[in-house]
């Protein structure tokens, strides 16, 4: 074996996708595989893919646990469009993940599990590692299960079942091979999850090895490919989700507000881990309230901001939809709350564990009356951290509630946080009043400050500022109920010049690219990754195309407009029928807007919007 | 609640804006009372909020010279837990009605009651929709004639004191709006017990179901009609006081007091731990021929739920620590990269040698540096060693010894597990109580001449003082071990946990918090 001597090819970047059964510990195989990418200076992107029901039956299609590592050596926005090599530890997982494999991929299957019972349960007629319908493909037919076995044969304190769990191990290890990656990090990590079962980590040492060794003494696979670090920021990197960086940004803001945080809510897939997250964080002062129902999360929410915490509640669409009176409740008492909208695939209960961008509107306009909450989008999964941040900061200087969108895939998905210094995040100034601020000793609960239009945020136990608000429609300054048709007119005139102005306060819009051009591509909300790489990839062939990504939804940011009409024509795409266009057209309606929509429930890919660029670029 | 002169004064509590009930509501009164208690309760009126729904009864926080929200149809209890679990020194009250807290917000309501949050609720009940003019309400009585039941409503009625009993209200009381002093008293109640209140207050509509109460409240009528509950009294009503409640079976009945002697009659136990005895009061209808108590139903003291939570808060900061914002964001694994005008270049791989990287220092490891996971404690955490539970010392014997004297030894010593030795002191098997039940009994005829050995087991799978908590529960809840037996590192027994002594500790561990 000493005369194998292997070529090393570079490569920008690999995606790769471990795909097995639900108990072949695939989640933890490609989070190993992103820790050592990221490690080693890659830049990831990593999309885990999970059964929605609970516990499959094993070897059963709707079992498949999957994982995608997208590792380069650029920068990277998305998992990747398809993976180019393949992992398959059963056959149902070959069957799922073959048709996103790119054309000629590389497959690598555990030969072992190809028998004739996990053949029938994954549906397959005949054995596809058999009949040529791999064909076009490069497999390598892998007995991992024997290999495995052979390799630990030595370990006396295993049964051979709990041998057989270290298999994900042999082919991490193998792909370590293929792809030169170092072992000290898993090494690592196996020694201290399994330092009190040593005879455990003993086997996933000696299956991982196993594996790297098969790599090397093995003629097919004697090409091996390097993936350069990626230039990234210089400072400390965790991988983070979306979920997990929208409860950090919660805890971090109302730190920074010196309040207590308080979470009222419902569990609803894909928000629950918000919930999961903060009921953690206690020794913040975080309380969290898991209501009897939508409703009252949203009810115990403005209860807790009259009160003076910084108040929010989360959900997902139809939770938004059960919400809104609510949400009208606290537009109208000017109390400050943050509604989390993690969207997944609608309307009705959808499709929960996928995801779509379907509920802009709803954030927009699902209130009865003139109803105006100023909406906000993140972008990634790190940067929920900012978002969240954000909405807290927006809320309590406005005394307004505002919409979060995030969404299933942001939510769910990781990527890499560069972990910011919190002293350095500013703080978030709040004020509750301790003196009246009308004549006579009076307190007016309405009475708004003249630059942001903001009522002042009384608290119970303030003596001399009791007061009363409500839903009726009030009087201007004293909040009293009032049905004068002039008050009416002003109140509601008030509170959409309150959220209106905050476009002066909000920071402008950038563009990504020239300022003019023939083509502007405008996104929202988690469709950033797709749009950015496909008009980076555009661009760097030297076509002339923008990108304008908008965070700030409601108020749009004030320099949008005149963003818009420095280009001919302009591409939108999104996950839902065309939301944001129906914006853009209301307000920016003499423009070409070209509507690019889907509703599959799973995200753009980068080729999607790059082949719409280019098709628009060649009519013009 | 200490009482502390604040000199406040009824005035005090009323704001500057006009009545709006309909002249003669039942609404005035209850209003009237609640300004007349609050100045004596010693608590600064800044203190105070009142909460309502929708509804005319939600009109009342208006009125009311305190803070207050006035929100939307059936959430007012949803605002009011909010509100206090972020301020708990406040005394938060909801105001609600018939169709507001057992209708829309008929969800709200019970899980409020369940959760025992101190919140004072009172509940004005006029069987009828007042503000939307009319329709019949989940109190009204079935045959209700109303704008949407020309022909008599078909719904049964809800009983709202049965609701609170169902839920576990841990303070549940009846009052009349013409009952002014027995009204006050029932909110003075309210406002001193710690937890839920719920008050429901039989309350007159003039416009729309005028005299809905009158058998209740009619001065000529109402004492043969209702009857006034004191603590540990018996149950006796009448104009001349001269009928009781005794219980016949499982039902309440009506009895002459000159036929039945006191004694025989059912006495009234505020503070009964369990809701049967409110279950009965609560059943007592005058649709049903019985006087409808008056007074406080039940009043126990129960966890609140406000102070657990913070004290939860208290607990999560004495174990971790008060939160540090940058320690929460390191709570995972971390990488550094380096400013790359350090001269790390940033190559990849270990050449060509094509041999299995070794652990240490490497060029390409310099710009990156691994951390490890900042650890967060929970309360008890499943990784303590099972040293820690302070295992019992194990019976051992040696595996010679007959069948008789292994079952002596487990009955004199009363342990479930005897551990058996080889000649060296190393664990050869391990014969339980349960051995006796399923593998002994019936089988073996003379227990003295058979060995223990060969009804032992020697597939034992033991742990070991440092295994993990969770590795004990694993094998008690997944294979149904009752005793664990733990080894040394040369396989003699050091140990047994009972599934009672793991069951305890879990236990003690949560208690102290």
């Known amino acids: 074996m000493s005369e194998l001597k292997p070529i090393y090819k570079d490569v920008d970047s690999v995606v790769i996708r471990f795909a097995g059964d639900s108990g072949d510990g695939m989640q933890l195989t490609g989070t190993q595989f992103s820790s050592t990418s990221a490690v080693l200076g890659n830049d990831i992107s990593t999309f885990p893919d999970y059964p929605s029901e609970i516990r499959a039956p094993a070897g059963t299609l709707a079992g498949v646990s999957g994982f995608q590592v997208n590792f380069a050596s650029k920068h990277v926005l998305t998992p990747g469009d398809a993976p180019q090599v393949l992992v398959a530890m059963n056959p149902a997982a070959l069957k799922s993940a073959l048709p996103d494999l790119v054309p000629g991929g590389t497959i690598i299957v555990n030969t072992d599990s190809f028998t004739k019972n996990n053949l029938a349960k994954a549906g397959y007629d005949s054995n596809p590692l058999e009949d040529g319908s791999l064909e076009g493909y490069k497999v390598h037919k892998v007995p991992l299960t024997t290999m495995n076995r052979e390799a630990l044969k030595d370990i006396e304190d295993l049964t051979s079942k709990e041998k057989d769990r270290s298999q994900n191990f042999f082919a991490l290890g193998l792909t370590f091979w293929i792809y030169d990656r170092r072992l000290d990090t898993s090494l690592k990590w196996i020694e201290q999850k399994f330092a009190k079962k040593p005879a455990v980590a003993e086997a996933n040492k000696k299956a991982l090895f196993a594996g790297y060794h098969f790599g090397e003494n093995t003629e097919a696979f004697q090409v091996r490919y390097r993936i350069r670090r990626a230039h990234l920021e210089p400072g400390t990197y965790r991988r983070i989700t979306g979920n997990e960086a929208t409860a950090l940004g919660l805890v971090t803001a109302a730190q920074k507000m010196g309040k207590p945080l308080f979470y009222g809510t419902y569990p609803i897939t894909p928000a629950s881990d918000i919930l999961h997250y903060l009921s953690t964080y206690k020794n913040f002062d975080v309380r969290t309230f898991q209501a009897e129902d939508e409703i009252a999360g949203i009810g115990s929410t403005i209860g807790a901001s009259f009160g003076g915490a910084l108040a929010v509640t989360g959900t997902s669409g139809p939770g938004l939809a059960l919400k809104t009176e609510a949400a009208n409740l606290a537009l109208m008492l000017e109390l400050p709350i943050v509604i989390i909208d993690v969207q997944r695939g609608g309307p009705s209960t959808g499709m929960p564990t996928k995801t779509e961008q379907s509920d802009l509107l709803q954030a927009m306009y699902g209130r009865n009356g003139e109803s105006p909450i100023p909406v906000i989008a993140a972008q990634s999964s790190a940067d929920c951290f900012d978002t969240a941040i954000e909405a807290c900061r927006i809320a309590v200087r406005a005394m307004t509630p505002v919409i979060m969108l995030s969404d299933g895939y942001l939510g769910n998905g990781a990527e890499p946080w560069k972990i910011p210094d919190a002293d350095k995040i500013p703080p978030i100034e709040v004020k509750h009043p301790t003196e009246p601020n009308g004549e006579n000793g009076k307190f007016l609960p309405y009475k708004r400050d003249p630059e942001t239009m903001a009522r002042p945020w009384a608290i119970p136990g303030t003596p001399g500022l009791e007061h009363r608000i409500g839903g009726l429609g009030k009087q201007p300054e004293t909040g009293n109920v009032s049905y004068d048709p002039d008050d009416n007119q002003q109140m509601i005139n008030e509170r959409a010049e309150k959220v209106a102005r905050l476009a002066n306060w909000l920071p402008e819009q950038e563009v990504f690219g020239d300022e003019t051009g023939d083509l502007l591509v405008v996104s929202w909300g988690s469709t950033f990754g797709a749009t950015r790489s496909a008009v980076q990839s555009a661009r760097a062939e030297g076509k002339k195309v923008s990108h304008v990504h908008i965070r700030y939804i409601n108020p749009f940011p004030r320099n949008l407009g005149d963003i818009l009409n420095n280009f001919k024509r302009i591409l939108v795409p999104e996950m839902n029928m065309g939301q944001l266009v129906v914006l853009l057209r209301a307000k920016y309606g003499t423009h070409e807007f070209i509507q690019q929509n889907k509703v599959t429930g799973r995200p753009f890919t980068i080729k999607e919007v790059y082949e719409k660029i280019n098709s628009l670029l060649a009519e013009s | ?513």
């Not at chain 2, 058998?215 to 018996?234: C, F, S, V």
Request: some cysteine; overall charge negative.
């Open chain 2, 1 to 513: 609640m200490t009482e502390v002169t604040l000199n406040l004064t009824r005035k005090d509590f009323v704001s500057d804006q006009m009545v709006r009930w309909c002249p003669g509501c039942g609404d005035y009164a209850i209003l009237a009372q609640m300004q007349r208690v609050l100045p004596e309760l010693g608590i600064p009126k800044e203190d105070i909020v009142f909460i309502s729904g929708i509804g005319c009864s939600s009109r009342f926080p208006y009125y009311m010279d305190t803070y207050g929200i006035h929100s939307i149809h059936g959430r007012a209890p949803t605002l009011a837990s909010g509100l206090k679990l972020t301020n708990p020194n406040l005394q938060v009250w909801v105001i609600t009605g018939d169709g507001d807290g057992l209708s829309i917000g008929g969800n709200h309501l019970i899980h409020t009651l369940r959760r025992n949050i101190d919140l004072k609720i009172i509940l004005f009940n006029n069987r009828i929709y007042g503000l939307t003019k009319g329709q019949y309400s989940p109190t009204s009585l079935p045959g209700t004639k109303t704008k949407s039941s020309p022909m008599g409503s078909i719904d049964p009625a809800f009983n709202p004191t049965a609701v609170a009993v169902g839920v576990g209200a841990t303070f549940i009381a009846r009052t009349a709006a013409t009952d002014v002093k027995h009204m006050a008293e029932m909110f003075r109640r309210a406002a001193h017990h710690k937890g839920t209140s719920f008050v429901e207050v039989y309350q007159n509509c003039l416009i729309f179901n005028d005299g809905a109460w009158d058998y209740a409240t009619n001065p000529k009528t109402k004492h043969e009609n209702i009857i006034y509950l004191e603590d540990h009294k018996p149950l006796i009503f009448g104009k001349n006081k001269d009928k009781g409640i005794r219980l016949n079976g499982i039902h309440p009945e009506v009895v002459s007091l000159d036929e039945v002697d006191e004694s025989e009659l059912m006495v009234h136990y505020e503070d009964m731990p369990d809701g049967s005895l409110s279950y009965f009061l609560s059943q007592m209808r005058h649709e049903r021929g019985m006087p409808e108590p008056m007074g406080v139903f039940r009043c126990v003291d129960e966890p609140v739920y406000e102070e657990e939570v913070l004290q939860q808060i208290d607990l999560a900061i004495e174990q971790k620590g008060k939160g540090d914002l940058q320690q929460l964001f390191y709570q995972a694994d971390t990488w550094v990269v380096e400013d790359e005008s350090s001269g790390q270049n940033g190559s990849n791989g270990q050449g060509g040698n094509g041999s299995v990287p070794t652990l240490g220092v490497d060029e390409e490891y310099v710009g990156v540096v691994f951390n490890d996971e900042a650890s967060s404690e929970p309360y008890f955490s499943p990784t303590d060693t099972l040293s820690t539970l302070n295992p019992r010392q194990p019976l051992i014997a040696s595996q010679d010894i007959s069948l008789g004297e292994a079952i002596q030894k487990l009955h004199n010593l009363d342990v479930g597990l005897l551990a058996l030795v080889d000649d060296n002191g190393k664990l050869a098997g391990v014969f339980t109580e349960g051995d006796v039940l399923r593998k002994v009994a019936g089988n073996v005829t003379d227990l003295d001449a058979t060995p223990v050995k060969d009804f032992m087991t020697t597939n034992v799978t033991a742990l070991k003082e440092d295994d993990t908590l969770a590795q004990a529960i694993h094998l008690m809840s997944i294979h149904k071990f009752r005793h664990i037996l733990l080894v040394d590192d040369d396989n003699r027994p050091v140990g047994v946990l009972s599934s009672r002594r793991v069951a305890h500790y879990i236990q003690d561990n949560f208690a102290e918090n």
